[in-house]
């Protein structure tokens, strides 16, 4: 496109956003364009690109992939390396969520992280036992699971770590460096109270152990109520068999709970009357609360808090990324809430003086992501983007600060205050405060 053309089209999209400045009212983001009030354009003949000349490639790639012009789309590593390298060689990977067009994530972006590498299971010789205080102990086969009557579901899968950059101060820079812990699925399983039907559970039955099969033979305790509410047994992720990655060819789905708690490669369920206290739930996914930073003198251990909370992050404009110039753009995110539904989502840009409420993507499923939308023209002044979410039990996602006043500093887990993307005047995109 000439540098005319552009200017023209760019006047003919300023045109159609009626929002100006900081305050944003319904009326104004959502004004629709009527085509009288665009500007005529001058639209010269279009050129013949070379790819218009020839034949295209012909079928022949089994397995598809993103066109070449995406391939800076990449999950990575966290820390420093965000933004330099793609993930190698690393126990944990980062969503770039500010590329997802979407509530889904694609399979091949979904966050990675694990304790001892990713197995490489034959299903055929993968078994799921399930035994303990049931009537009679069972062992399936793949083939056997996959004859129940099943089930496919969104939901997001969020590590409690997820955005433990930003308990001491916000250092992600990016919506991926600062959220990426989090994708969202469609899954595909069977319902995990219907397998303890099978095997019969004891009237006394208060806990399940859940183990996987990989090098780290990961444990968890699920408490019965949320074993026999909405979990499943899930072999499948957007369409597909589950990805290696993700716990191939099982894993068990808890959804809204923490991510720990979703053991890939499950092949044991043993059923209890107590938390089993493994070294997963212990030692480590425990908050440990001080607020004199010194646990010995105050500490308190908040242990088995399985939810996840409502959270929201502005995925662009966003932290790394530059607002070619001042006008119309659309401020775009992800909310989510391990509790049900987003009800929803306020969008602020003045730092949050004024509020507006975004437009939520449908369906907006309960325990799932729900993308955001909400026209935005910016003025080219300095600015701050803040999102807020809202879920169905009221709940309000909270500024850092109350956080930390409700913690302490030295927490880990479970962080979900509201981020603050700051806008320069020359279009540069960083984080900081909120
Ligand atoms: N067997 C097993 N299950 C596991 C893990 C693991 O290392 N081994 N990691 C857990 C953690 S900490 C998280 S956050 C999620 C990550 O799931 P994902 O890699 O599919 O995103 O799996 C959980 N289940
Ligand atoms: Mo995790």
């Known amino acids: 496109m000439s540098e005319i053309d552009r200017r023209r089209l760019i006047r003919g999209l300023a045109a159609a956003t009626a929002a100006g400045g900081a305050a944003l009212t319904a009326s104004e983001t959502r004004a629709a364009p009527s085509p009288a009030e665009r500007e005529p354009l001058e639209v010269p003949p279009l050129t013949v690109p070379p790819w218009t000349r020839e034949q295209g490639r012909r079928t022949g790639v089994p397995y598809g992939s993103p066109s070449p012009y995406e391939d800076g789309v990449q999950r990575r590593l966290p820390g420093p390396l965000v933004g330099a390298a793609p993930t190698t060689g690393s126990n944990n990977s980062f969503t770039p969520l500010q590329d997802m067009q979407s509530m889904i994530t694609p399979n091949g972006l979904h966050y990675e992280r694990h304790h001892a590498g990713v197995p490489a299971i034959d299903p055929r010789e993968h078994r799921l036992v399930v035994h303990g205080m049931v009537e009679r102990d069972l062992l399936f086969t793949m083939e056997d699971l996959m004859r129940f009557p099943a089930v496919s579901r969104v939901h997001f899968l969020e590590c409690s770590g997820n955005s433990l950059s930003e308990w001491t101060a916000p250092t992600g820079r990016t919506p991926q460096e600062a959220h990426g812990l989090a994708s969202c699925s469609h899954w595909t399983g069977v319902p995990l109270r219907l397998v303890l039907a099978e095997a019969g559970l004891h009237p006394e039955a208060k806990w399940i152990l859940a183990e996987g099969a990989d090098g780290a033979a990961m444990t968890r305790s699920v408490p019965i109520h949320i074993a026999l509410d909405d979990c499943l047994l899930a072999y499948g992720q957007n369409g597909e068999r589950l990805r290696p990655e993700q716990g191939y060819p099982l894993r068990l789905l808890a959804p809204g709970c923490e991510g720990n708690l979703n053991i890939k490669w499950l092949r044991r369920l043993d059923v209890g ?7 997963e739930e212990t030692r480590y996914y425990t908050d440990l609360i001080s607020k004199t930073g010194d646990p010995k003198v105050d500490g308190v251990a908040r242990q088995f808090t399985f939810v996840m909370e409502a959270k929201s992050v502005i995925t662009t404009p966003a932290g790394g990324q530059h607002l070619p110039g001042k006008g119309p753009y659309e401020i775009r995110g992800l909310a989510w809430s391990g509790r049900g539904k987003i009800r929803k989502v306020d969008v602020s840009v003045d730092g949050g003086r004024r509020w507006t409420t975004a437009t939520l993507d449908s369906p907006v499923l309960p325990k799932a992501m729900t993308f955001f939308r909400l ?54 995109v960083d984080h900081g405060d909120a």
């Open 375 to 428: 026209p935005w023209r910016w003025d080219g002044q300095p600015c701050v983007l803040l999102s807020r979410a809202q879920d169905e039990t009221g709940y309000v996602q909270p500024w850092r600060q109350q956080l930390v006043d409700a913690r302490g500093e030295n927490s880990v887990y479970h962080y979900n205050g509201i981020q603050a993307w700051y806008v320069h005047d020359d279009g540069r």
């Open 273 to 279: 009357t107590e938390p089993f206290q493994t070294n």
